[in-house]
C-alpha cells in the first residue's frame, strides 16, 4: 500500500499563498487518481481538486481559478498550489490516493489563513 506524507501547510494572511506537497511511498503512475481533500472545524470533508493518471484535472467551484493541482512523477509527488487564500480556505488539507479497488489517505496538514 502507499504511504502518503503532506507538507507545505502553515499559516498565512489573506490573499497570500501556499503550496501543498504529498510525497507518495512509492510510484505515483500506477495511482488513477490523487486528489486533495480538505475539513473545516464543524463540517465535512470536501473535494478540493483532483488530477488523473492522464493529467486530467477537477476542481471544486469555490477555488476554481485561484488554485492549482499538479504532479511529478520523477518525484512521485502531488502539489497544491494556493494563492489568493482567503480566510475561509482555512482547514486540515488531506491528501489521497486512488486506485482501482483501494484508496489511501495521508494524515493531513493544517492551513490556517488569517484576515
Known amino acids: 500500500q502507499v504511504q502518503l506524507v503532506e507538507s507545505g501547510g502553515g499559516l498565512v494572511q489573506a490573499g497570500g499563498s501556499l503550496r501543498l506537497s504529498c510525497a507518495a511511498s512509492q510510484s505515483i503512475s500506477s495511482l488513477n487518481v490523487m486528489g486533495w481533500y480538505r475539513q473545516a472545524p464543524g463540517k465535512q470533508r470536501e473535494l478540493v481538486a483532483t488530477?488523473?493518471?492522464?493529467?486530467?484535472?477537477n476542481y471544486a467551484d469555490s477555488v476554481k481559478g485561484r488554485f492549482t493541482i499538479s504532479r511529478d512523477g520523477a518525484k512521485n509527488t502531488v502539489y497544491l498550489q494556493m494563492n489568493s487564500l482567503k480566510p475561509e480556505d482555512t482547514a486540515v488539507y488531506y491528501c489521497?490516493?486512488?486506485?482501482?479497488?483501494?484508496?489511501?489517505w495521508g494524515q493531513g496538514i493544517q492551513v490556517t489563513v488569517s484576515s
Open positions: 489521497k490516493g486512488s486506485y482501482v479497488f483501494s484508496s489511501y
Open positions: 488530477i488523473t493518471s492522464g493529467g486530467s484535472r
